[in-house]
Nanobody, 115 residues
C-alpha cells in the first residue's frame, strides 16, 4: 500500500517562498511518476509539476520559472520549491505517485498567499 504525506504548506506573503514535502512509504524509484497538483474550491484540479520515468519534468506555464520539483531519494521524499509566490497560487496542493498504472494521492496541504 502506498502512503503519501504532504507537509510544508502555510500562509505566506506575495513574493515569498515555501517548500512542500511529500514523504512516500516506498522508494521513489518504484514509481513511474511523481508530481504535484493543486485545486481551488470550485475549480478543476490542475497539474503543477510532474516527474515521469521517461522525459523531462513538466511544469504548468503559470509556475514555470518559479516552482521546482525535486526528490531526495534517501528520504523517499518529493519536494516542490515555490518561489515568488502570487495570490493566484493559493490552493490545496496534493502529491501524487503512480505505481503499476495506479495513481495514489496524499491528503493535501493548504498554501495561502496573501495579497
Amino acid at each position: 500500500q502506498v502512503q503519501l504525506v504532504e507537509s510544508g504548506g502555510g500562509l505566506v506573503q506575495t513574493g515569498g517562498s515555501l517548500r512542500l514535502s511529500c514523504a512516500a512509504s516506498r522508494r521513489l524509484f518504484t514509481f513511474s511518476a511523481v508530481g504535484w497538483y493543486r485545486q481551488v474550491p470550485g475549480q478543476q484540479r490542475e497539474a503543477v509539476a510532474r516527474f515521469s520515468r521517461l522525459g523531462s519534468p513538466y511544469y504548468a506555464d503559470s509556475v514555470k520559472g518559479r516552482f521546482t520539483i525535486s526528490t531526495d531519494n534517501a528520504k523517499n521524499t518529493v519536494y516542490l520549491q515555490m518561489n515568488s509566490l502570487k495570490p493566484e497560487d493559493t490552493a490545496v496542493y496534493s502529491c501524487v505517485a503512480t505505481l503499476l498504472g495506479v495513481d495514489y494521492w496524499g491528503q493535501g496541504t493548504q498554501v495561502t498567499v496573501s495579497s
